[in-house]
């Protein structure tokens, strides 16, 4: 049987939801220019994908992080895994936006965790980690234990890394990079010249161009 990475990363080629374009590369929130881009949330589409998902990174908080008493998904594309993931828990659920609303309540969290909360927080995707980080710092903010996070998916650069490090953030990750890269070269979804372009972004994303 395949390992989960090794699976969910076929499984994300088979719904087209990784993209590589060298020569119109995609703008991330952090502002680094990429060419290749990982939509994991397509698998929202897919009832047995969405499935599949839901059930391994269930399987991630209750492996990893027993102690979770709540969820809360980062807006906005983990608040429908984080639902996901907390339904099948059983537990409360809220999300945290990436920035107060400027209008109606003004609230940064969304929902209502019971005080004290052990909160595990979901993630669709972490790149440079900033995004997320900032969700788990209003969670902390608010005075709720921040216990890990579980995300779909990971590129696993080193200031990610760090970043999670220095926050005593614990990630775990159904998929990363180098699984879906493996998987795409093996089946031709990566043509050799695109996979070299992909190796000269990957020694430094911050600076690459095209």
């Known amino acids: 049987m395949?390992?989960?990475?090794?699976?969910?990363a076929?499984?994300?080629?088979?719904?087209?939801?990784?993209?590589?374009?060298?020569?119109?590369?995609?703008?991330?929130?952090s502002g680094w220019k990429s060419p290749f881009y990982c939509d994991n949330r397509k698998?929202?589409?897919?009832?047995?994908?969405?499935?599949?998902?839901?059930?391994?990174?269930?399987?991630?908080?209750?492996?990893?992080?027993?102690e979770a008493d709540s969820?809360?998904?980062?807006?906005?594309g983990a608040i429908?895994?984080?639902?996901?993931?907390?339904?099948?828990l059983g537990m409360p659920f809220c999300y945290?936006?990436?920035k107060a609303k400027d209008h109606g309540m003004g609230n940064l969290i969304e929902g209502?965790?019971?005080?004290?909360?052990k909160v595990v927080?979901?993630?669709?995707?972490?790149?440079?980690?900033?995004?997320?980080l900032k969700a788990v710092e209003a969670l902390r903010a608010a005075g709720f234990e921040v216990v890990g996070m579980v995300a779909s998916y990971t590129y696993g650069f080193p200031v990610a890394e760090q970043a999670f490090k220095s926050a005593n953030v614990k990630l775990v990750t159904l998929t990363n990079y180098e699984a879906v890269v493996t998987a795409a070269t093996q089946i031709g979804y990566i043509t050799e010249d695109q996979h070299a372009t992909l190796n000269e972004w990957r020694k430094d994303p911050a600076n690459w161009k095209k």
């Open 10 to 29: 076929a499984r994300l080629l088979e719904v087209k939801a990784v993209k590589v374009q060298p020569t119109d590369p995609f703008t991330w929130a």
């Open 71 to 76: 969820v809360a998904g980062v807006a906005t």
């Open 121 to 132: 927080v979901v993630e669709d995707l972490i790149s440079t980690g900033g995004s997320s």
């Open 80 to 88: 429908a895994q984080g639902v996901l993931v907390a339904d099948a």
């Open 96 to 98: 945290v936006r990436s």
């Open 2 to 8: 395949k390992n989960v990475d090794t699976e969910f």
């Open 43 to 66: 698998t929202l589409s897919y009832p047995e994908l969405r499935t599949f998902v839901k059930d391994n990174l269930t399987k991630l908080v209750k492996e990893y992080f027993p």
């Open 112 to 117: 209502t965790l019971p005080e004290d909360s």
